[in-house]
RNA sequence: GCCGGAGUGGCGAAACUGGCAAACGCGCCGCACUCAAAAUGCGGUGCUCGCAAGGGCCUGCGGGUUCGAGUCCCGCCUCCGGCACCA
């Protein structure tokens, strides 16, 4: 078929849409268990119908595709779902600013999404296709937050929680991003608010340990897991307080062999036996002033690490146990309720922030470990050294000290150690409408009680008003909260507020292994069998957020005995933002670029190509609108070659002249280079499916029956080049998704074969290179498939194959073509290249030796000066080193 | 401050366990086709000295190890990301 003349493009328009219909009519993609097949869960991270798809969904999709494909040619089951993050504020702000109900706003963004997600072509199997906003979805988790509130996973209390004034909602700490709500930058205050909790802390330890059970993970992603959870170990002690034994301060250190250099002691403001410490009224007065003056601050001022530490010294004193001195205690503004027990002792020897403020409130510095010497008057000390001033510690070093300190805290009955975790417990209560309702009652007699498990789900009401303006909407919808305690009958009222959209997302992988199951969140052998999922892919900003919720949820199922796996991601590609003229596209910086301009324009598979091409996955993409041009000329090369050759490539595989011209229609001798992979033959052991080799090497032979017997030196060679290719892009998937290279592979081997082409047309026997011709389009085309469906699926039809292209096995380099008898062996003199020669593979060193040594080249540059030494890299380089 | 990651042509980027730096693509230059342009094809393109043959210099900076360093070691600088009065 000749280009599109008004574009001098290939048809991609007609070619796209005729094969996403194919394969969405014989449901190509469509997967079942299929029990001893080596399974593949592929899975991008599910999208928030916002309205419209965006480059970085492109890129996602793109390479979650590529790896699906690839998969499903070789041979594995692959599941390859998508869905939709269907709850969330956005839905409810279009309702407030444009009167249309979240729930029509959200399913006419998903049929619209859908729509273009489909225009780019991936394998999804739509029929596993979820929403969350769906009762039929969220029941499941109604039904878990009842149990986990059976075994005190979910919990209610009353606490100082993130509240964004805009979204007029709680933020889970993962939420807040620098004092700023994460969704819509807004500066987050402190409110003290009911809500309920899910119990992370209780994993903690779990899931940091598993944090280096994840080979498949980013280091980055796991760092910054491993951050957010911040264990520490340390100790805690009773201070006592003097003259007033009842009173029990327990502190929280990391570094108790420094206690004996405790010169005071602070509490948070906020702290619970501040009232009782307290001995006047007239010190009430100045506590109640001081913390007031401290709530005023906002998180961002908080933040700031660099301003004064403010403080308040109390009337009472407390006694360092260690050395039985009465020291003064303060409030001050830089110890934190949440961390620790919120007291301290200081230590401003030790410790920057201590001496910070011991300076400014001039208290005494005892230093504990023996400096360095020229060691700064103005500084604490925090590195290594030998114990000083510390009595029974004297002379150990910190790791020895810190041992002891604990031991003789234990022996005296007043501390032990402890281990601390920075991860707080996972605020789930949004104060919003469009969210899973919380299964809970509040009965007037019984006091809160949870739905029954068989009138789940709890239905989200569909009128309410959302006027934005603060509160509950559901609290307004009497039908909703006007209810009977499950319990005794009586009057009760429902919880009003919904679960963080976050919840939803933590398991939604698993619906898809059973997306229609009506007795359970999922299905148990379907999961059993999927589950985990193999790779996952999305982009770093969910590095702690959505990642490490789903890592919990995950321990959770497993304890309450309905699943078997640990961990939900065995592995984890974590890909870049897409960049354009040096910032994130975004609306307001104007840089975006519309995926479906861009298909209308240059096609799908264009759009993947460049995606895929223009930067390593991880990295970030920098976009520019010159090199989508550059893919899509690639793509147009490839189609003009093959159709300017079509004769010659189809005459060649049974060895006629005769050309079989016209697109797709091609004569059915052609069927002989088909492999039909029956389900048996399609893989045994995971990774390299056993009978898959034989398979693929006798197709080789097939498809090549006269390239095979490739005899001339060109023909050797360019047969070398098309295998080493198969290799290097198979490599370069399987090894670190560096698809960019695996593409310019294919590029060169596309260059080479127009050398070829050209070279070939003397003095080369036609029946060799019309074979060497369709050997290299045929690998071409497979090995460009998983990157640019449609077009290869065309031409790999034009090419006479009747079957789809991924029903086809991923080609393997033949040894034999990829063998070579000679090596170029590059001769160096000290480490610069003077020239080059040609060895035999298995030329002896010696042999090099001699033969770089005569080197016409080589010999001026030795002129006058000793060779000192001959080093010889086999099959690589000679460097010959001089003297004089 | 702590923890990660990265610095390579005009640009996006390559370089497996130390072995020809800059593959592939973009851009640019030249040529062919064309009345002309577009498209396409072919060739060139790190910097620098030279008419040329050919030489010298190049992977953020300074040292080191090595026959040989973009890659390993030590010390810096810059940028990006995360965490951050976490005791």
Redesign the pocket.
């Known amino acids: 078929m000749p280009l599109d003349d008004r574009q001098?493009r290939y048809p991609f328009p007609e070619i796209e849409a005729r094969w996403q219909q194919t394969w969405a009519d014989g449901k190509q993609f469509k997967v079942t268990e299929e029990p001893g097949r080596p399974k593949y869960y592929c899975l991008e991270m599910f999208p928030y119908p916002s309205g419209r798809i965006h480059m970085g969904h492109v890129r996602v999709y793109a390479i979650g595709d590529l790896l699906a494909r690839y998969k499903w040619m070789r041979g594995f089951n692959v599941l390859h779902p998508m869905g939709w993050d269907a709850f969330g504020l956005p839905a409810e702000n279009a309702a407030i600013d444009n009167g249309v109900h979240p729930a029509v706003w959200t399913y006419e963004n998903i049929e619209n999404m859908r729509t273009q997600l489909k225009r780019m072509g991936i394998s999804y199997d739509w029929d596993r296709e979820v929403a969350t906003c769906d009762p039929s979805y969220y029941r499941w988790e109604q039904l878990v937050f009842i149990r986990m509130l059976e075994r005190g996973l979910a919990y209610r209390r009353r606490s100082r929680v993130n509240w964004c004034p805009s979204c007029q909602t709680v933020l889970a700490?993962e939420q807040v991003?620098?004092g700023r709500c994460w969704r819509c930058d807004s500066e987050v205050t402190i409110r003290e608010i009911d809500g309920w909790f899910f119990k992370i802390t209780d994993y903690a330890q779990e899931l940091l340990d598993w944090c280096d059970r994840l080979p498949g993970w980013p280091?980055?992603v796991l760092?910054?897991q491993?951050?957010?959870i911040?264990r520490?170990e340390?100790a805690e002690f009773a201070l006592p307080v003097a003259g007033r034994p009842e009173v029990k301060i327990t502190i929280?250190?990391?570094?108790p062999d420094t206690s004996f250099g405790m010169t005071y002691a602070v509490l948070?403001p906020e702290h619970p036996l501040v009232d009782s410490l307290a001995v006047a009224d007239e010190e009430r007065g100045r506590i109640a002033a001081f913390r007031a003056e401290v709530a005023r601050e906002t998180e961002i001022e908080?933040?700031?690490?660099d301003?004064p530490?403010?403080g308040l010294r109390l009337a009472a004193r407390a006694i360092n146990p260690f050395s039985e001195q009465e020291i003064p205690l303060f409030l001050a503004?830089?110890?934190?309720?949440?961390?620790?027990?919120?007291a301290?002792?200081a230590?401003p020897g030790e410790?920057q922030?201590d001496w910070?403020f011991a300076r400014a409130h001039d208290l005494p510095v005892i230093a504990t470990v023996k400096r360095p010497a020229g060691w700064p008057e103005d500084q604490a000390y925090t590195g290594d050294g030998v114990k000083i001033n510390s009595g029974f510690l004297d002379g150990l070093t910190i790791e020895e000290a810190k041992r002891k300190a604990i031991d003789w805290l234990v022996a005296k009955g007043v501390g032990q150690a402890k281990i601390?975790f920075?991860l707080r417990d996972w605020g789930i209560s949004r104060q919003r409408y469009w969210g899973a309702p919380i299964p809970v009652l509040y009965c007037e007699r019984d006091g809160m009680v949870p739905e029954r498990e068989e009138n789940l789900p709890v239905v989200l009401p569909r009128d309410v008003q959302i006027s934005g303006k603060g509160g509950s909407p559901l609290a307004e919808v009497a039908g909703f909260v006007n209810a009977t305690c499950p319990k005794c009958g009586g009057k009760a009222r429902r919880d009003t507020d919904t679960m963080d959209t976050f919840v939803e997302s933590s398991w939604y992988f698993l619906r898809y292994c059973s997306p229609t199951y009506d007795r359970g969140m999922f299905e148990p052998a379907a999961a059993a069998y999927w589950m985990p999922v193999d790779q996952y892919i999305g982009g770093?900003e969910h590095?702690?957020l959505h990642l490490l919720y789903a890592r919990f949820y995950t321990k959770v199922l497993r304890d309450l005995g309905m699943l078997k796996v640990d961990e939900p991601f065995r592995a984890l590609l974590s890909q870049g933002m897409v960049i354009k003229d040096g910032a994130k596209m975004s609306k307001s910086k104007g840089n975006v670029v519309d995926p479906d301009d861009l298909i209308r324009r240059y096609g799908a598979d264009t759009a993947r190509l460049f995606s895929l091409?223009?930067?390593?996955p991880e990295?970030?993409?920098?976009w520019?609108d010159?090199?989508v041009?550059?893919?899509s000329?690639?793509l147009?090369?490839i189609w003009?070659f093959v159709h300017t050759h079509l004769a010659e490539l189809n005459g060649a595989v049974a060895g006629r002249g005769a050309a079989v011209a016209g697109r797709g229609e091609p004569e059915a001798s052609r069927a002989d280079t088909e492999i039909e992979p029956a389900g048996a033959g399609r893989g045994a052991a995971e990774g390299e499916p056993s009978e898959y080799k034989k398979e693929v090497t006798e197709s080789a032979g097939h498809a090549t029956s006269d390239a095979g017997h490739a005899t001339s030196e060109a023909g050797r060679a360019f047969r070398r080049v098309i295998h080493a290719t198969i290799q290097k892009v198979t490599h370069d998937i399987e090894h670190d998704f560096?698809f960019?290279?695996a593409?310019?592979a294919v590029?060169?081997l596309v260059?080479a074969l127009?050398?070829f082409e050209?070279a070939s047309l003397d003095g080369m026997a036609r029946p060799e290179r019309s074979a060497l011709l369709r050997e290299a389009v045929e690998a071409t085309v497979l090995l460009l498939g998983p990157v640019s469906p449609h077009i290869t699926e065309e031409l790999w039809a034009a090419l006479g194959h009747r079957e789809s292209l991924f029903k086809r096995a991923w080609p393997i380099a033949d040894p034999t073509a990829l063998a070579r008898d000679a090596v170029?062996i590059?001769v160096?003199v000290?480490?610069?290249?003077?020239g080059?020669l040609t060895a035999a593979v298995d030329a002896q060193e010696a042999e090099i030796r001699e033969k770089a040594l005569a080197d016409g080249k080589v010999r001026p540059w030795l002129d006058g000066r000793q060779v000192a030494?001959v080093?010889v890299?086999p099959g690589?380089?000679v460097?010959i080193?001089t003297r004089g």
């Open positions: 001098d700490n991003e620098a280091e980055r760092t910054m491993r951050n957010w911040g520490s340390g929280y250190t990391t570094r948070a908080r933040l700031a690490t301003r530490k403010r503004d830089y110890v934190l309720m949440g961390y620790g027990t919120g301290i002792m230590v410790d922030r910070d601390n920075r770093v590095a702690v091409f223009a930067a390593p990295k970030d993409l920098d520019n010159r090199g041009e550059g893919a000329r690639f147009n090369r003009r560096h960019n290279t593409i310019s590029m060169e260059n127009h050398d050209r170029e590059v160096q000290d480490g610069r290249v003077r080059r030494k080093v890299v690589r380089l460097n080193v």
